[in-house]
């Protein structure tokens, strides 16, 4: 691939502005060469400004989604695209969520240019389990871990049930929920059918990976092979 069009895919500008940046010599190699157009050394060995180049696709990240953040451009108000470099709102092929989080949900979001990986890990055939903790404006009264179980519950406006979905009680008003699928405010619509209501939502896990400890409100970071290798395996916690 040549370098204007490797650096246009990721983002860094249309390709004249890319091919603008290489003619200034913003392009080098590792000792500060500076790069022609048609130079495509390996990928780790670019610098642009002295920087080295966001990965290639397929790209896998991260982001610890804070509250207040739409997942998509369509809606009114902040998007998540603003805690990420503007660059990766321009990359081809795109990076698009893996399944959207309500406004007001926090935690973990994954974003990806894999299109085969977005559907392995969102469509409700293959199983992808997603796991939440919910606080609850009420207690629990000890109905809705069988009644989101048992693969019969229909939430209103729909006709087909919902899979089933464990519930681990953690407290009065605290509990865990695993999801195989993510229709439209789920979560908060079974259990307002289990005559509750959810103050708060936050996605814990996709698979078996975990949102790191050490990933702050609004950070994001690239996932490795190994985190991604979690992302497809199941949380052995899974009930
Ligand atoms: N269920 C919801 O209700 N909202 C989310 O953001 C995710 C799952």
Not at 71 to 100: H, K
Not at 154 to 169: C, D, G
Not at 180 to 208: C, D, P, S
């Amino acid at each position: 691939m040549k370098l204007v069009r490797l650096l246009a895919n990721l983002g860094y500008g249309s390709r004249k502005e890319v091919q603008r940046a290489i003619r200034g010599g913003a392009v080098t190699d590792l000792d500060g060469r500076v790069l022609g157009e048609s130079e495509v050394p390996p990928h780790d060995q670019i610098r642009y400004h002295g920087e080295p180049l966001d990965p290639p696709a397929p790209l896998v990240i991260a982001l610890h989604k804070p509250a207040g953040y739409t997942c998509s451009t369509d809606d009114p108000g902040q998007t998540i695209y603003e805690l990420l470099p503007e660059r990766f709102s321009a990359r081809t092929p795109t990076l698009n969520p893996v399944g959207r989080l309500d406004k007001d949900t926090t935690g973990l979001l994954l974003l990806t240019d894999d299109g085969q990986l977005l559907h392995r890990l969102i469509h409700p055939k293959k199983h992808c389990p997603k796991v939440y903790h919910v606080t609850l404006d009420r207690p629990l009264e000890g109905h809705e871990a069988p009644l989101f179980a048992s693969g019969e519950l229909v939430l209103k406006s729909e006709t087909q049930p919902l899979l089933p979905a464990p519930l681990e009680v953690l407290g009065e008003k605290e509990a865990r929920i695993t999801l195989e699928e993510g229709r439209y405010h789920q979560i908060r619509r079974m259990f307002a059918a289990a005559g509750n209501h959810v103050v708060a939502l936050k996605r814990l896990a996709i698979g078996a990976y975990e949102l790191p400890d050490d990933l702050a409100e609004g950070d994001w970071r690239v996932l490795t092979p190994d985190d991604l290798a979690r992302v497809l395996a199941k949380p052995l916690s899974t009930p």
